[in-house]
């Protein structure tokens, strides 16, 4: 089961680091790191119903689940803005 509650230490730290390694690629670059990135985490996670959840979610087509408490809300994934060097 996927995982879609708060649960990244450091949060802002990560999305710092992410927006930074997009810093300087272009918009095709930043694309192709992108879905470097969801393959080495989807290897990671190795759970095809997981991933195919996952998938789901990302679109916006996934089965509607029971509401969550508010200290433990839904992740909202986020695209990254391309700065152009």
Do not use: K, W
Request: glycine share 4%; net charge negative; aromatic share 2%.
């Amino acid at each position: 089961m996927l995982n879609t509650q708060a649960n990244l230490s450091a949060c802002d730290d990560f999305y710092d680091a992410l927006i930074q390694a997009h810093q300087g690629l272009s918009t095709e670059q930043s694309h192709a790191m992108n879905a470097r990135l969801v393959l080495l985490l989807a290897n990671h996670i190795g759970e095809p119903d997981t991933l195919r959840h996952a998938l789901q979610l990302a679109r916006g087509s996934a089965p509607a689940q029971a509401p969550v408490a508010p200290e433990r809300a839904a992740i909202t994934p986020v695209a990254p803005v391309h700065a152009e060097a």
